[in-house]
């Protein structure tokens, strides 16, 4: 049984070793901020980002670092997920992504608005959360960026992939097994089409098919003409 005194100083004691404790662990996390957020990383583009992405409440919809509404995909790390030419594309035109099922607000950014809010999704992406938010549960409609596509065995590919198909096409597209199912399997389609005609597909894919669910993605010719050399090894 304590006596009156030895309580008062166990209370004393234990109330400011504690405080001490606490405001010891505050000053250390407010220092450890700068290296784990890369503040030196945030150049004028990140912070144009992230007034575009103030400015259009994002957050109305969408979390960062756990921080806003439910109602959309957790976007911390967003660019590690899908990678730069998806989003581009993506924020052009969010319904190419998502043909006939698009809640994603088209807000007709520029080309340089579009790099600014890439380059704050990025910096976001970097900081060091101690893996906080967990990954998002994403719709299975289109899948993340793979980190390789392997073709299926049997159907060997001299072409390599080029890095625009694992983290575009394959969102919608699988080959090999991986990949999405908004668009059909690519295995074999160098036996579908000639050169020619995919070409013409992959550039203008309304012209050859009005009403086609396949976004037109914008792509440049030596973009059309890597993925039409890959494609075409695919048999
Ligand atoms: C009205 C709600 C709403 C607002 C506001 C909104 N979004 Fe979205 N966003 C969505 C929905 C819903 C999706 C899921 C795809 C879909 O259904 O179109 C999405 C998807 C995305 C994705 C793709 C995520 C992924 O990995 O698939 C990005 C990037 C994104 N939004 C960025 C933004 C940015 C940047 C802003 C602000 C400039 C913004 N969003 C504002 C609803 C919203
Ligand atoms: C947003 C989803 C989406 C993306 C992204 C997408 N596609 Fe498609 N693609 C489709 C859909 C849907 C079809 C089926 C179109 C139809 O038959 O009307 C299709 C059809 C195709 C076909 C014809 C396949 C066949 O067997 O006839 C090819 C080839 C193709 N896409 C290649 C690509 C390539 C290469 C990319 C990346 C540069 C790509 N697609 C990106 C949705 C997508």
Redesign the pocket.
């Known amino acids: 049984m304590l006596s009156k005194s030895q309580a008062r100083s166990f209370f004393l004691f234990a109330t400011v070793g504690f405080s001490g404790v606490f405001l010891w662990l505050t000053v250390d996390t407010v220092r450890q901020v700068p290296a784990r957020s890369h503040e030196e990383n945030m150049n004028a583009s990140v912070i144009r980002g992230k007034e575009i992405w103030e400015k259009n409440n994002c957050m109305g919809c969408h979390t960062i670092l756990g921080e806003g509404a439910y109602y959309a995909p957790e976007l911390t790390k967003a660019v590690e997920r899908r990678g730069e030419p998806w989003l581009r594309i993506f924020l052009k035109d969010p319904q190419?992504?998502y043909?006939g099922r698009r809640k994603m607000v088209q807000y007709n950014f520029t080309e340089e608005e579009i790099t600014d809010v890439i380059a704050f999704l990025d910096w976001i992406g970097k900081i060091d959360t101690n893996g906080f938010p967990a990954k998002p549960d994403m719709a299975p409609v289109a899948v993340a960026a793979a980190a390789t596509v392997t073709p299926a065995a049997g159907a060997p590919s001299a072409v390599a992939a080029p890095a625009?198909?694992t983290q575009?096409?394959v969102?919608?597209?699988s080959l090999g097994g991986t990949g999405g199912v908004?668009?059909?399997a690519?295995d074999g389609?160098g036996t579908?089409y000639d050169r020619d005609g995919?070409r013409a597909?992959?550039d203008n894919p309304q012209s050859v098919?009005p009403g086609?669910?396949?976004?037109d993605?914008n792509?440049s010719a030596s973009d059309l003409d890597a993925?039409t050399d890959f494609?075409m090894s695919q048999r």
């Open positions: 190419a992504m043909p625009l198909f575009v096409c969102a919608c597209h908004v668009g059909p690519l389609v579908r995919l597909w992959l098919k086609t669910a396949m976004p993605l792509l993925l494609l």
